[in-house]
């Protein structure tokens, strides 16, 4: 792998309207520019001028734009022939980077993923330049790495290797998965990781982390205000009844929602037989501590979506199956214990997303 230093830019309001403006400012004060040099930072690899998708094209419906009309026809094409090239380059450029500037198109030569076209400017040149076939990228210049693969593969250049990620071992790991309590990607690694718990629960620590914001003395969660003191419930469940946690949280994910949590989560505290008061107790006492307490965790491990699982302080970034948690682990062991010889079904991925 080779190092680059990641350059850091200044957010804008308008991307697209900033790169515009530039771009037209270079036009009118220099009588004779290399077309490159104004739309290409030479220390990138590959540079595009712009990406354009559904807004570019409501953008030039919305002005009955002649080039929207002429070029419609190949937004429902994967791939364009170099005919339409042509005329979807010659027409985006003219009406969208160069609206004063009369280009011509030409040379067209299909490289493989990408086509190369020669666009011409008056009194600049002509230049070679680049889009992808499904016409979603147009890059002004291109550095050809084809030296630089085969002097690598001469041995000329070693390229760096990539750290080991291997999780670290201990004779009892520790699981945390941090969640949001109605976040229903979070819901779904509850319950995948339940049976995982069952099976190792006493050889092994997996603990339930919650995801939650501080702006001055306010708290929130991403879900609103009952998702947050669900949060804080939970939490107050895993301290002084443990052993009803993950009860708890299947008739929670199954009954209730972030918008009637405050008064839902009785009747799932007393199908799993949870001491209520105790747990109100907390909610009110604790409140503040045990939120801390989690946002120190968050941002010592720069967590911040649901779910998030780290085996030893390693994040895991496997497929969500029961197994595949439990195989992650068993590999956190310095001897694995019986119990990780056991199969936890087969059942299907669930969805990668995340809140």
Not at 28 to 38: A, G, H, M, Q, R
Not at 95 to 116: A, C, F, M, R
Not at 248 to 261: I, Q, R
Not at 294 to 322: H, K, M
């Amino acid at each position: 792998m080779v190092k680059t230093k990641k350059k850091t830019s200044k957010k804008s309001a308008s991307p697209f309207k900033s790169f515009k403006k530039n771009l037209d400012k270079g036009i009118k004060t220099v009588k004779k520019v290399n077309f490159l040099s104004f739309l290409a930072d030479k220390r990138t690899i590959i540079i595009p001028i712009v990406t354009f998708l559904v807004p570019v094209l409501f953008f030039m419906l919305a002005g009955n734009s002649q080039a929207a009309k002429t070029i419609l026809g190949v937004f429902d094409k994967t791939t364009l022939s170099p005919d339409e090239v042509s005329v979807f380059a010659k027409n985006f450029i003219a009406t969208e980077i160069l609206p004063d500037q009369e280009i011509e198109i030409d040379n067209i030569k299909d490289l493989g993923s990408v086509y190369s076209f020669e666009i011409t400017i008056p009194n600049q040149g002509t230049f070679t330049s680049y889009v992808t076939k499904d016409g979603q990228f147009i890059f002004p210049s291109a550095y050809n790495s084809q030296e630089f693969r085969d002097r690598v593969l001469a041995g000329e250049i070693t390229l760096e290797k990539e750290v080991s990620r291997e999780t670290p071992k201990n004779d009892r790991p520790q699981a945390q998965l941090f969640l949001m309590s109605f976040c229903p990607y979070g819901n779904q690694a509850e319950e995948i990781m339940m049976p995982v718990v069952d099976l190792l629960k006493d050889v092994a620590d997996i603990i339930p982390r919650y995801i939650v914001s501080k702006n001055g003395d306010t708290y929130s969660s991403l879900h609103g205000e009952q998702e947050l003191n669900q949060n804080v419930r939970e939490l107050c469940v895993y301290k002084y009844q443990p052993e009803k946690f993950w009860d708890f949280l299947k008739e929670v994910n199954a009954d209730c929602t972030y918008e009637n949590a405050d008064t839902c989560w009785t009747g799932s505290a007393q199908t799993v037989g949870i001491n209520i008061n105790q747990i109100s107790q907390c909610q009110k006492q604790e409140f503040n501590t045990l939120l801390d307490q989690e946002i120190a965790l968050t941002e010592q491990y720069n967590v911040s979506g649901s779910p998030t699982l780290l085996i030893n302080d390693s994040l895991y970034q496997g497929s969500r199956t029961a197994e595949d948690f439990k195989q992650a682990v068993c590999s956190a062991f310095n001897n694995p214990p019986e119990e990780c010889s056991a199969i936890l079904g087969d059942e299907a991925e669930a969805a990668q997303g995340g809140c």
